[in-house]
């Protein structure tokens, strides 16, 4: 086992709510342990220019309920050339920070294993409203943006309702579907748009006039960012012009980052930064801390990156080369799952929205 005499601890990437939940976890998960833990202010960012403090059991007080992140983020170009790599380790030898703990998306993940194959050894946390990370089932601050989205959804129907309009409402997420779909039925949306799986316009158009017909006065339409940066705009058009329904366009955008973190966001990152620590200190790195069938589990970075380029078709020559057959296997199957609940849950918004 390596002996730890400080840990840094740091937040990349775009802010999720559930952050400042995973760093008092890490946070007094190594205090509790007597290893001193360094906060890294700006991400990548702050590690290359020294923007570091230490936190102490006090300084991470009161900031689980708090939206953001206390320690900023950043993003960071620098960091991806091997100059700025090498100042972000100069920064971690000099302040005697013996392995970290990154708390991001994709990006972040990419630049923790470049860290420890540098000898910096690290461990993720999976912080992203857009649920877009292959290899768990649920990224920190998922929750609470799709908590988000329904309070707000909920109040543009009330005005749909009354005036009786048609509101399609865009949601973040990247080139994910899960924040569109999972919101689309938790709000008894007409139609949800997702990158995932092909869109029919003129089904829905169908639905909106057979609906108006039998009294229906208001109508929800969720569309995921990632099926195009006009899309939303255009299909609201559309629906005015083919079913003579008044409709609105809302694009929540950043507003879904913000807030107070739900429960589920604040167990999940409570217990993904407790197992952060006891892996770095029992030895291990170049891991991501994963849900996955409800259990909070390590998993190597590399197959958790490799798995979701996997999914999304992004593939490189070569990137399969490492992995037996028995592994290929495994990510395949993972990619099926991910697939099947997403086209599972399109389906249920479709019987259901009648």
Do not use: W
């Not at 775009?14 to 946070?27: F, Q, S």
């Amino acid at each position: 086992m390596k002996t730890f005499r400080r840990i840094g601890v740091l937040t990349s990437g775009g802010d999720a709510p559930g952050m400042n939940a995973a760093i008092r976890a890490v946070t007094r998960a190594a205090l509790d342990r007597g290893v001193e833990v360094m906060g890294v202010y700006r991400g990548y960012s702050g590690l290359i220019d020294g923007d570091i403090k230490p936190l102490g059991l006090r300084d991470v007080s009161n900031i689980i309920n708090h939206g953001g992140t206390i320690l900023y983020s950043d993003r960071c170009p620098e960091f991806k050339t091997e100059e700025g790599m090498q100042k972000a380790i100069a920064t971690c030898r000099a302040m005697q920070i013996d392995g970290i703990v990154a708390i991001g998306g994709d990006g972040t993940f990419r630049g923790a294993t470049d860290l420890t194959a540098r000898g910096i050894p690290c461990i993720g946390l999976p912080g992203t409203i857009d649920n877009d990370i292959t290899s768990t089932d649920a990224t920190i601050g998922f929750d609470t943006a799709m908590n988000t989205v329904v309070e707000m959804v909920d109040r543009l129907r009330d005005t749909c309702e009354s005036h009786a309009r048609c509101n399609v409402v865009e949601v973040m997420g990247r080139d994910a579907g899960d924040i569109a779909i999972q919101t689309g039925i938790a709000t008894g949306a007409t139609g949800v748009a997702i990158p995932e799986i092909p869109f029919d316009t003129d089904a829905l158009i169908a639905k909106i006039k057979r609906d108006r017909i039998a009294g229906k006065r208001n109508f929800i339409v969720i569309v995921s960012e990632g099926v195009g940066p006009d899309f939303s705009q255009e299909l609201a058009e559309t629906i005015q012009a083919e079913t003579g329904v008044e409709t609105k366009f809302a694009r929540l955008a950043h507003v879904v980052r913000g807030g107070t973190p739900s429960l589920r966001d604040r167990l999940m990152a409570s217990r993904m930064g407790e197992l952060a620590v006891d892996s770095l200190f029992a030895g291990k790195s170049n891991l991501v801390i994963c849900e996955y069938k409800s259990e909070i589990v390590a998993t190597d970075i590399n197959f958790a990156l490799i798995l979701d380029r996997m999914y999304k078709g992004k593939l490189k020559p070569g990137d399969l080369d490492p992995y037996t057959e028995e592994q290929l296997a495994d990510m395949r199957a993972r990619c099926d799952r991910k697939a099947a609940s997403i086209r599972a849950l399109y389906e249920t918004n479709n019987r259901l929205s009648l």
